[in-house]
């Protein structure tokens, strides 16, 4: 089972703007920890500072015994930090293959010359690098799009492909920005589905970054909730549900949490 990720009094500013302040969370290995809040919450620079994209002002960034903190995105992602971005980022000549195989480059143990010499170890190491990349993607339901160019599959396949080609760098932790952005319900479902699939059958934490709140309440096993950078609730679904921090953050006071009939409103589109 993967390692715990930990996050100890981050702090991130640009300007005079605070993104994050004094952000504390801790993702426990084999679970899927949802972060939410309004929009510009800090969520986006949460995930950039754990994948070294930024560089806290200040705080610490642990993965099991690893301080993450000053480590370069490559170093992290070697450690086994493996992420999903929310604009999709593929090379849409190329074929879902070619896309998931460049996942594989950190995991290559031969070096440039035998590769291109195609000499015998290489040839076994590139077979079994695509063995593995062709299981993935039947994991993920692209099994039988693997020969098609990234360009032609519908917007919910690429959105696969994406969470594919972080699954080919076989991570311990996975960070999903919106898999679920974009889609049509009954596509979102089985995106949901599928974040499940990757915590219970490949032992993989995840943390998550979603807007749709059924979706978060259905599969989170943990949910932290930021406002302008700082952490507001932190608990299960259950919890976060209960918290008037939360509903304030979200609907404002508590005079506008109510519908025309009086009936209390909450994000989760449902009455408590």
């Given at each position: ?79 086994g930090v493996g ?51 062709v299981e993935i ?136």
């Amino acid at each position: 089972m993967s390692a715990s990720l930990r996050l100890a009094g981050i702090s991130l500013s640009f300007g005079g703007i605070k993104a994050l302040d004094e952000l504390s969370l801790t993702v426990e290995p084999g679970t899927v920890h949802v972060v939410i809040g309004p929009n510009g919450a800090g969520k986006s620079s949460c995930f950039n500072v754990i994948s070294g994209h930024y560089r806290p002002d200040a705080g610490s960034v642990l993965f099991g015994d690893t301080d993450l903190t000053r480590l370069p995105a490559h170093e992290i992602a070697r450690c086994g930090v493996g992420r999903a971005f929310q604009n999709i980022a593929l090379s849409g000549h190329e074929t879902v293959l070619d896309n998931l195989m460049v996942a594989r480059h950190r995991l290559t143990r031969s070096g440039f010359i035998a590769t291109s010499l195609g000499l015998p170890r290489a040839r076994c190491e590139e077979r079994a690098h695509r063995e593995r990349v062709v299981e993935i993607a039947g994991f993920v339901g692209l099994g039988d799009k693997l020969g098609m160019p990234a360009e032609v599959l519908a917007y919910g396949d690429r959105k696969r492909v994406e969470l594919a080609r972080a699954l080919c760098s076989e991570p311990e932790i996975l960070l999903l920005d919106e898999p679920a952005a974009g889609m049509p319900p009954h596509e979102k479902w089985d995106i949901a589905r599928l974040v499940l699939d990757v915590r219970d059958a490949l032992g993989i934490s995840v943390l998550l970054v979603e807007h749709d709140m059924p979706l978060v309440m259905a599969i989170a096993d943990r949910i932290t909730v930021l406002d302008f950078g700082r952490r507001i609730a932190d608990g299960t679904p259950a919890q976060i549900r209960r918290s008037d921090a939360v509903v304030t953050a979200y609907l404002g006071s508590s005079r506008a949490n109510r519908s025309a009939s009086g009936t209390p409103r909450t994000p989760w589109g449902t009455t408590p």
